[in-house]
Every structure is written in structure tokens, then in C-alpha cells.
């Protein structure tokens, strides 16, 4: 890959009747069609810090610790992070080379459009809704991760008994939470994030250190390994394995957060990318060792899947270190979850505010304002809290509702990441690369993100547990079904006459009465 540098002082721009510079940011904004709206004051590493935040490895890996107990065991657990780190960091790399090129928050959907050969609109309009899918699931993922573990602790401390109705109640006051503080202002977002990085890796370090020097026996080497565990009731093994994926998928998604906030991030065509690839790399490091750490820490395998906590980590600390141990290490863990529910409330507010500014969502007008104080999209915020609320909903009547959020999350982001990846495989030699690009590297790399992406949405909409029963059905094919229907329905109907693409506006400073023009698509 390549990485160009610019001068650590760039000289500013000046558009022809406008006095005000402006920086080499927003002079490539506005040549991509927009002006500069929110506040740009997130350094490279707040950018790095949000997308990190999201993919949160103490909240993905420990949420579905106890699915991988299930389906596949210890040996899934440990090499299933690897092979899926792997071409996670393929797709990664491919979505930050085009992120380079086109620096803007609507991401993913306005690359489809420029990247597109033919039928801009519509390759753009479904990679949107895909998104908006993936990242609602994950803001409704994390939040309700951050739920059950928040539940364990008060049942460890207070007795507070760990019901479904218990977590939806703790489920909707971390939401609004995370709600009232993305609607106090980018800075704050990008202070709490920055810690949030920190808070990961002295976490990780610490609950690593606890299970390795405070229980007096650990797990065999061949018993983390290589046991391989099926509790599903399925009799194919392989399947089992495949399904086994999910919890290391689940972890690595929600580093198109750092495109995302480009409009908001300095040197944001270096910063963005590097943001992207950079989450992807220490998370899958620390998250490895994580994994190792809990796993030869378990003692009772069976007693952990059956904690009356409800939550298979909790029982493993408790069994290794003690009750008062126990509950410090998962105020550790909830704390991760916390940082990372808020950075994906953020993530999913930046996205829903550029898709509705191009009028793709019902309601736009209200999406897209910006609160004047604060230069934030403050409505944005709470569509984006309301809409996980309703996906967390159905896990009051079925068992498996979170596995399903979790699977909808993967499906949802991973088909709006590749899209994009797609197309520009298509465009060939006639794709001008940004200042952070792969070079040669870039085709191989491209094919191999589109075809595990191809894998991992056929995986994850496939039954997680058998007999199938109304209670243990997976109904991510549902609600993707029905997201995407709508979609669909809508494009046919009506947004097919009316929506050609990202709305954008002169590459010169608009005059007051300027009206907006549309992107010209090849």
C-alpha cells in the first residue's frame, strides 16, 4: 500500500469570490460536491479511536463468547479469530483505498454512486439502506450486549434477577444515554472515544492478567486448541464450524465508522483510511489474546453455558478468580461496552445524516438538520437510538433474538462494504486512487473481500439451533427481507424517478441563492 505525505503545513485554498481560505479538507469536500457543514476538529487518532470504539473486542468477543461455546467450542473460538481477522483486514484494506478517494460521511453509498459504470442511483440507493440496516443492528448489537452484562453485574452485587424484561428496561436507558451525549457535541464524542482506545488495551491487559496469575489451574493446551464443541443439535460438524464464525464476524464490523467521519477528521483522505485499517489490525491482535486468556480460564464448561448470570464470561471469572474479582472485571467489560454503544450511536448519526441529506430516507427534512450549537445531527441521533430500540424488542419473546441482531448487523454492513469494492474491481485502471492506495495489491485484495462477503451472508442467515422452533428461529432473513422490501418497494414505486444519486452542490462556494445541483454519474 501506499501512503502519501503532505506538508505538515498545507496551503490553504481560495475559491474565485470568496476572500476566506479555506483548507486542503474542504477544498476536496467541496470537490466532491458538498461544503463544509460539521465541525472538522477530530485528529487522525479520534477518527482511529471511533471505529476502534465500535468493533470494541470486549464487547463483541464477550457477548458472543458463550454462541461460540456452542457452536464449535474452544477450537472455533481460537482459530476461527484469525482466519476471519484475515479477510476482514482484505475487505478493510479495500474500503479504505476508496475512502482515500472519495473523503465524504455519506461513505459507502456515495462511493457506489461515483463508482459505478451504469445505474448509479440504484447501486447507490441499496448500498444506503444496506448500511443504514448494518449500522442500526450494531448500535441495537453492542447496546444490548452492554445489557446483559450490566444485568450479570446487578444480579452478582444486588440480586437483581437477569430477565429478558430486566435487560430491554437497562437496553433503553443506555440508549438514551448514549443518545443526550452524541447530542453534546463532536468534541465530547472525540474525548470519550480517545479514552474509550485506552480503556480497550488496559482491559484487555488487565483481565488477561487476572486469569493468568489468580486461578491456581488453568485448562490444558490441547483442551483450548483443539476440543471442538457442537450444542446446536445439528449432526454436520462442518456446518457447526461455519456458524461458529459468527462471533469473531460479529466483533470485526464497524470500522466504516472512520469513513464516516471524515467531514469531521483532519487530513481526512489519509486519516479516514488509515483509521479504517488501523482499527482492524490492533483489534485482531488484542482481541486474540483476549480470547486466550478467557479460554484457559474456563474451569466448568457446562456450569459457564448455564450461569444463572446468563452470561458464560461472567461465570468463567467467578469460577477462576472469585465473586469480588468477578464483578471488577466485568465493570471493565461494561465500561468497553459503553464507549463502544456511544461511538456506534455516533457512526450510525453521521451515516443517516448524509443519506437523508440526499433525501433517501422518509422524514429527510427532520434527519438532516444540524443542531446550530453544537454542529451536530442531533435528529439523526435519535433515529438512530429509536430504530435499535425496536430491533432489540423481539428478544423479549425469542431465545435467540440477539444471535439474529448480531447476524443482521454482519449482513447488513458487510453487503453495503462490498458493494462499493465491487464496483470499483469493475472500474479497473480507470479508477483514480486517492493519497492512500494499494497499488498493485488492489484487485487481488478487492476479490477476495467480495468473495468472503459472498460467504458470511449466506452463513448468517442459515438456523443457529435445531430442533426449529418458533422460540430458536433466526429471523435475520426476516427483518433483511423486510428492510430490504421496502427498499425495493419504494425504488420501483417512486425514488426510481426522483433519486439520482448523492445531491451535491457546486465545486465553487454557493451563492446564497444557489440551488444544488446532481451528481453526474457515467
Known amino acids: 500500500m501506499t501512503d502519501a505525505r503532505s506538508p505538515d503545513q498545507p496551503s490553504p485554498a481560495v475559491f474565485p469570490g470568496n476572500a476566506l481560505p479555506v483548507s486542503d479538507d474542504e477544498q476536496r469536500l467541496r470537490e466532491l460536491g458538498y461544503t463544509q457543514e460539521l465541525a472538522r476538529s477530530m485528529s ?24 461460540g461455546m456452542k457452536t464449535g467450542g474452544p477450537a472455533l473460538i481460537i482459530w476461527g479469530w484469525p482466519v476471519v481477522g484475515l479477510f476482514t483486514l482484505c475487505v478493510g484494506l479495500a474500503m479504505a483505498e476508496i475512502c482515500s478517494s472519495y473523503p465524504t460521511a455519506g461513505g459507502l453509498y456515495y462511493w457506489a454512486a461515483k463508482l459505478s459504470r451504469s445505474r448509479g442511483p440504484a447501486w447507490s440507493w441499496f448500498t444506503g439502506w444496506f448500511n443504514f440496516l ?18 450479570a453485574f446487578l444480579t452478582l452485587r444486588f440480586g437483581f434477577e ?44 488487565v483481565i488477561v492478567g487476572a486469569l493468568a496469575v489468580f486461578p491456581d489451574q488453568h485448562a490444558s493446551a490441547s483442551f483450548v486448541l483443539t476440543e471442538f464443541v457442537n450444542g446446536t443439535g445439528f449432526q454436520n460438524q462442518f456446518y457447526v464450524a461455519m ?27 489519509r486519516s479516514g483510511p488509515r483509521g479504517i485499517v488501523n482499527a482492524i489490525t490492533v483489534s485482531l491482535a488484542a482481541g486474540w489474546i483476549l480470547l486466550l486468556g478467557i479460554t484457559f480460564a474456563i474451569r466448568d464448561y457446562d456450569g459457564a453455558l448455564n450461569s444463572d448470570t446468563g452470561v458464560p464470561p461472567a461465570q ?31 457512526a450510525n ?59 443482521i448487523s454482519v449482513i447488513g454492513l458487510y453487503i453495503s462494504y462490498v458493494i462499493p469494492v465491487y464496483l470499483r474491481l469493475r472500474q479497473g485502471e480507470d479508477f483514480t486512487p486517492g493519497p492512500w492506495h494499494l497499488g498493485r ?7 477476495l473481500a ?39 418497494v419504494w425504488w420501483l414505486a417512486s425514488a426510481r424517478h426522483w433519486f439520482t444519486g448523492p445531491h451535491v452542490q457546486a465545486t465553487t462556494p454557493p451563492e446564497p441563492d444557489a440551488r444544488d445541483t446532481e451528481l453526474e454519474l457515467r
Do not use: K
Open 44 to 67: 487522525g487518532f479520534s477518527n482511529f479511536a471511533v471505529s476502534f470504539s465500535i468493533v470494541s473486542i470486549l464487547s463483541g468477543c464477550l457477548t458472543l463468547y458463550g454462541t
Open 134 to 151: 448494518g449500522q442500526v443492528a450494531v448500535t441495537a448489537g453492542v447496546d444490548f450486549g452492554a445489557a446483559f452484562f450490566t444485568n
Open 162 to 205: 437477569a430477565s429478558p424484561a430486566h435487560t430491554i428496561e437497562i437496553f433503553a436507558v443506555i440508549l438514551l444515554v448514549h443518545g443526550l451525549l452524541n447530542t453534546r457535541g463532536v468534541r465530547l464524542v472525540a474525548v470519550l472515544n480517545s479514552v474509550s482506545v485506552w480503556w480497550h488495551l488496559a482491559g484487555v491487559a
Open 243 to 269: 456458524i461458529g464464525l459468527l462471533m469473531a464476524q460479529y466483533t470485526l464490523t464497524g470500522y466504516d465508522a472512520s469513513a464516516h467521519m471524515t467531514e469531521e477528521t483532519r487530513d481526512a483522505a
Open 316 to 346: 468463567i471469572f467467578i469460577d477462576a478468580i472469585g465473586s469480588g474479582g468477578a464483578q471488577f472485571l466485568l465493570l471493565i467489560v461494561i465500561g468497553a461496552q459503553f464507549f463502544c454503544g456511544m461511538a456506534s450511536v455516533t
Open 349 to 407: 448519526s453521521r451515516m443517516i445524516y448524509a443519506f437523508s441529506r440526499d433525501g433517501a430516507l422518509p422524514g429527510s427534512r427532520l434527519w438532516h438538520r444540524i443542531d446550530p450549537r453544537t454542529q451536530t445531527p442531533t435528529n439523526a441521533v435519535w433515529l438512530a437510538t429509536g430504530g435499535a430500540l425496536l430491533l432489540g424488542l423481539p428478544a423479549l419473546w425469542n431465545t435467540t433474538a440477539y444471535t439474529a441482531v448480531t447476524s
Open 441 to 447: 495489491w488492489s484487485r487481488p485484495i478487492g476479490i
Open 450 to 488: 467480495v468473495a468472503w462477503t459472498a460467504v458470511i451472508t449466506v452463513l448468517f442467515m442459515l438456523p443457529t439451533a435445531s430442533p426449529i422452533t418458533a422460540e430458536s428461529f433466526n429471523y435475520t432473513p426476516v427483518a433483511v427481507a423486510v428492510v430490504v422490501g421496502f427498499a425495493g
